[in-house]
């Protein structure tokens, strides 16, 4: 890349202090995570009360996984060619699109294509903020600024569901709003001068490689993909098949994202001081009961399933975060990002193929075929998990990388901690 091709601030523009640089792009992110959860409740909702079957639904968030799959793969190209700024806010403008669209016509083949756009660019923006934020964050608070960055987006996703039982949904209001949400987020970036991190460096995929470093690790994020979209995604459909009131999914779906919170970080904790690989068979058991119980819940009124569907979400969430503690573990530093490259493409692909599955099944055996779904995810996890600590030991305690908190519901690309002008360690030899 020429270097004039690269987006360059002039020296004597003074530049935005890091505490509110910061405070602005987790702003943006938390407005574009409120329209998230608004559409992620709206669409099932919508689409059973206009009488479709309950899979198609299904297969729009299917769609809404691919558009992230591509995010996952493409965003480093496209922040490699216009710069962190540039690329976000053009992916927020797709998103507008992808609102607008479901807004202006009700045709089902609209909606899978816009929301597969709509998956491309949350993904994208996702990951290009997390590359922001740890270029910006210097290493004595990089790690609380994550953890905020992560608990504030889960949680607006949460208001984002909430809100699903304050408006009318016979219209076109719902996308209008996500609208107005997205665009206003595109004012804290617009707005601050924060010097964008440097153009990153192309990153290679090497499965065989991750394989020998961390079979429990790659495993996990193939694992958790699917576990935390199905939960996230058909939550909502579930309670409308179950007769629940607007405002009552709504609720469901805010408390939720706590259960997410207060089961992973007490979890994530306990893996820093015993074998990671202990409480992910302890999450993969909860994972699989709770699934069980889900299935078995029709009739159990609101509150226990906000309490079941919440510690159902936390424990998959604690999946996908422990997996990659523990592939760290294993890792060499100098491998850590095209590690970390290899099992997001891991995430990325069950987080299409699981909820397809899912999706299909939902035509022969109803609305509780997520369920069934992700509990024989977690029983053959568990069971590897089982079998891969009899073929190696644990790590020891003194190498274990601190345990940081992650969301399971969006892509992670190491690919944009890399600048291109780093030279300490060749990853494309990876």
């Known amino acids: 890349m020429s270097q004039d091709s690269v987006p360059t601030y002039s020296?004597?523009?003074?530049?935005?202090?890091?505490?509110?640089?910061v405070a602005s792009i987790i702003l943006s992110m938390s407005l574009i995570a409120v329209g998230a959860g608004l559409m992620v409740a709206y669409i099932p909702i919508r689409l059973v009360d206009r009488g479709f079957d309950p899979s198609v639904p299904g297969w729009i968030l299917t769609a809404t996984s691919v558009g992230g799959f591509f995010a996952c793969i493409g965003t480093?190209?496209?922040?490699?060619?216009?710069?962190?700024?540039?690329?976000?806010?053009?992916?927020?403008?797709?998103?507008?699109?992808?609102?607008?669209?479901?807004?202006?016509?009700?045709?089902?083949?609209?909606?899978?294509?816009?929301?597969?756009?709509?998956?491309?660019?949350?993904?994208?923006?996702?990951?290009?903020?997390?590359?922001?934020?740890?270029?910006?964050?210097p290493n004595n608070w990089?790690?609380?600024?994550?953890?905020?960055?992560?608990?504030?987006?889960?949680?607006?996703?949460?208001?984002?569901?909430?809100?699903?039982?304050?408006?009318?949904?016979?219209?076109?209001?719902?996308?209008?709003?996500?609208?107005?949400?997205?665009?206003l987020a595109i004012l804290p970036i617009g707005m601050t001068n924060l010097r964008a991190p440097l153009p990153p460096e192309s990153v290679s995929v090497a499965f065989r490689a991750v394989w020998k470093i961390s079979p429990v690790g790659l495993t996990g994020l193939l694992a958790a993909g699917g576990l935390t979209m199905m939960v996230q995604g058909f939550a909502p459909l579930y309670a409308k098949s179950e007769g629940y009131t607007q405002s009552e999914i709504g609720l469901l779906l805010f408390l939720m994202q706590f259960g997410m919170i207060f089961v992973q970080m007490p979890l994530g904790a306990l893996s820093d001081r015993i074998d990671r690989r202990i409480v992910l068979v302890l999450t993969s058991a909860l994972v699989a009961i709770f699934a069980a119980i889900a299935t078995q819940s029709s009739g159990i009124g609101l509150w226990p399933l906000i309490v079941l569907f919440g510690l159902w979400a936390g424990a998959g969430e604690t999946v996908y975060a422990v997996s990659n503690a523990h592939a760290n573990d294993r890792a060499d530093p100098q491998y850590y990002v095209s590690l970390?490259?290899?099992?997001?493409?891991?995430?990325?692909?069950?987080?299409?193929?699981?909820?397809?599955?899912?999706?299909?099944?939902?035509?022969?055996?109803?609305?509780?075929?997520?369920?069934?779904?992700?509990?024989?995810i977690a029983v053959i996890y568990g069971l590897f998990v089982l079998y891969r600590m009899t073929r190696r030991e644990a790590v020891v305690q003194d190498d274990q990388e601190a345990y940081e908190p992650l969301a399971g519901q969006a892509a992670y690309s190491p690919e944009l901690l890399v600048p291109a002008s780093a030279d300490d360690v060749d990853q494309k030899e990876f």
């Open 76 to 137: 480093g190209h496209i922040v490699r060619r216009v710069g962190h700024a540039r690329a976000f806010m053009s992916l927020v403008a797709l998103m507008v699109l992808s609102h607008l669209a479901i807004a202006a016509t009700e045709a089902v083949w609209v909606w899978l294509v816009a929301r597969m756009g709509y998956g491309l660019s949350i993904a994208g923006v996702f990951i290009i903020a997390q590359s922001w934020l740890n270029d910006a964050c």
């Open 11 to 21: 020296s004597d523009i003074p530049l935005t202090k890091p505490p509110l640089a």
């Open 142 to 183: 990089r790690g609380r600024v994550m953890a905020a960055f992560y608990m504030s987006y889960i949680l607006c996703i949460g208001v984002g569901g909430f809100l699903v039982g304050q408006i009318d949904l016979t219209g076109s209001e719902a996308p209008i709003v996500a609208i107005a949400f997205a665009t």
């Open 340 to 376: 970390s490259m290899t099992m997001l493409f891991a995430w990325s692909v069950s987080a299409v193929v699981m909820p397809g599955i899912a999706s299909a099944l939902t035509q022969v055996i109803g609305v509780t075929a997520y369920m069934y779904v992700a509990l024989v």
